[in-house]
């Protein structure tokens, strides 16, 4: 099974919709992120959490909530979609700073289509 | 801010053909520095990293060296395969133990 799954893999809204996307880790991670990836933009940072308590905005934050429910749950959500935030959206996890070196893993990504 | 440039692609080669993808990179300190892949329909997967200065990351025959006067971190590879095809993202950590991508290149394999 896969360290890091995200559901669904893929979704299409219509503008003014609420979505969420989920994801999910057996790795043991305290470290969560949420990224969304763009063509010819690479990978930017929407929101991370260091643990269950801890929520922190990325570069890219408007538009989007999280919730980290567990320390293996960590949910994005688009409180109303709108065209510009289709994209493929990938969660990873990490350990805690000092171990690793913050190597990051990923899941399979969501691809969202918001027309 | 921290940042990083990576070449743009799509880079296209032959089977055993050499590879470079180049990075460079903009740092205060001494950040360490990745390169990631993505395969088709797939997530992002750590290839290699380095750490500091002069360090040599290396995995599945790709190699990148640290070089800190240059503020480079260079992908290569001698003899690429159909299956070496994927997207490359050279990545930093910055502070924060956040990390800080390219917007990635592209390499195409031919037989």
């Known amino acids: 099974d896969a360290d890091v799954t995200q559901t669904p893999r893929n979704r299409i809204t219509k503008t003014g919709k609420r979505i969420m996307l989920e994801c999910s880790q057996t790795k043991g991670h305290d470290r969560m992120y949420w990224y969304r990836q763009d063509p010819g933009l690479g990978l930017q940072l929407i929101y991370y959490s260091f643990d269950v308590k801890d929520i922190n905005k990325g570069e890219i934050s408007d538009g989007y909530s999280v919730s980290r429910q567990a320390q293996a749950k960590f949910s994005l959500s688009l409180e109303s979609a709108i065209p510009n935030q289709t994209a493929l959206y990938f969660c990873?996890?990490?350990?805690?700073?000092?171990?690793?070196?913050?190597?990051?893993?990923f899941g399979p990504g969501t691809r969202l289509t918001v027309l | 801010g921290n940042s990083v440039t990576q070449m743009e692609g799509p880079v296209t080669l032959s089977e055993e053909a050499f590879l470079t993808i180049n990075c460079t990179y903009t740092?205060?300190?001494?950040?360490?520095l990745f390169w990631y892949v993505q395969y088709p329909g797939e997530g992002l997967q750590l290839l290699l990293k380095a750490t500091k200065a002069d360090d040599k990351g290396s995995n599945k025959g790709f190699e990148a060296t640290y070089r800190k006067e240059t503020t480079s971190f260079h992908l290569e590879k001698g003899s690429v395969q159909v299956s070496d095809s994927a997207v490359y993202f050279c990545a930093l950590r910055s502070g924060g133990d956040k990390l800080i991508f390219g917007t990635g290149t592209r390499l195409q394999v031919f037989p």
């Open positions: 990873a996890t990490s350990e805690a700073s000092g171990r690793a070196l913050n190597e990051q893993f």
């Open positions: 740092a205060t300190g001494y950040p360490s």
